[in-house]
């Protein structure tokens, strides 16, 4: 049982966030306090403390309800016809340099994509802008 105080205090809970008829859970790593995302239309992580986005537009949702999380994990093929892992790895460099959300200081991501030339893609977008951010 979670009280008030506790919700409000305690970063070791879970925060329930109702569409339509899915609950989703933003599961905070109760022994790391990382937020983890696992951005991927088919395939779901093994192991617990992952909140699962399936799309781009729901990457938004998420982003802008909880703010970025410490660690993404990326698939670059989304399905057919919809934004790519790339286009929310743009996204995500987008609202950081413009102010409207910023990443954690220990911000990481790994992209488990199978497709190499997309992966290739989004480590080559995050890591020159994660190395030109913390050189400022």
């Known amino acids: 049982y979670i009280t008030p105080i506790d919700f409000l205090f305690d970063r070791r809970y879970i925060l329930y966030k109702m569409k339509g008829n899915i609950m989703k859970a933003m599961d905070i790593n109760w ?42 994990s990326f698939d670059h093929d989304l399905g057919k016809d919809r934004p790519t ?24 991501f790994y992209v488990h994509s199978q497709n190499p030339i997309g992966k290739k893609n989004i480590e080559s977008l995050l890591n020159k802008y994660l190395k030109v951010k913390h050189a400022e």
């Open 31 to 72: 022994q790391t306090g990382l937020v983890k995302v696992f951005i991927d239309d088919e395939r779901t992580p093994i192991g617990p403390g992952w909140d699962v986005i399936r799309n781009m537009a729901d990457f938004v949702e998420f982003v802008e309800q909880f703010g970025f999380p410490d660690y993404i």
């Open 85 to 108: 892992g790339y286009d929310i790895a743009k996204w995500v460099v987008d609202r950081d340099l413009d102010g409207i959300h910023h990443l954690p200081d220990k911000f990481s």
